[in-house]
C-alpha cells in the first residue's frame, strides 16, 4: 500500500500556533497520538470562533464530533511549536470534514495530517442542515484533494 505524502503549508488555509508542552510526550521521547487529536480538536475550535460561528452560546451552532483520526509523517517533540493549518476536505448538508495539517517550528511539510468530522445538530442531537450563515465561511477553506 503506497502511502499518500505529507500536506504542505500551502495545502492549508487559517493557521493556529500551538505550544507543546513536557506533559504532551510519551514514554518514546515524541508527542503522544492523543495530544494530537487534542491540538486537532482546538485548533478547529479556534476557526469556528474565528468563522463566527458562535458555538459558545445557548443556541448557537452545535456540531458533534462524529470520527476523527490522523496520520503521522514524522516526530515532533517538546519544544516545538506546532502551526496548525485547518481546511475543509468535505461539505456535505449537515457535516463538514475539517482537516488539520501540523507544521514543526517552520517546517514546510506536515508532521502529522488530521481529521475531525462534525454534523450539525439541534438541541436534541438529530442532524440538521448547517446554516446557510455559516456555509460561506466553510466553503472558504474547501479545499477539495
Not at 36 to 52: E, H, I, P, R
Not at 111 to 132: K, M, S, W, Y
Request: neutral net charge.
Amino acid at each position: 500500500m503506497s502511502r499518500k505524502p505529507p500536506g504542505t503549508r500551502a495545502d492549508y488555509c487559517a493557521f493556529y500556533p500551538i505550544a507543546t508542552r513536557w506533559k504532551d510526550m510519551d514514554a518514546y521521547g515524541h508527542l503522544n497520538n492523543a495530544a494530537y487529536l487534542s491540538f486537532l480538536d482546538t485548533a478547529v475550535t479556534l476557526w469556528q470562533l474565528d468563522a463566527g460561528m458562535e458555538i459558545e452560546r445557548p443556541g448557537g451552532l452545535r456540531f458533534l464530533a462524529a470520527q476523527n483520526g490522523c496520520t503521522y509523517h514524522a516526530e515532533a517533540r517538546f519544544p516545538d511549536l506546532l502551526h496548525a493549518g485547518v481546511r475543509c476536505g468535505h461539505l456535505g448538508n449537515s457535516s463538514a470534514r475539517f482537516e488539520v495539517g501540523f507544521f514543526r517550528n517552520d517546517d514546510q511539510t506536515a508532521c502529522a495530517e488530521g481529521f475531525i468530522l462534525h454534523v450539525a445538530v439541534n438541541p436534541q442531537t438529530r442532524p440538521e442542515r448547517i446554516p446557510d450563515r455559516f456555509r460561506p465561511a466553510i466553503e472558504e477553506i474547501l479545499r477539495l484533494g
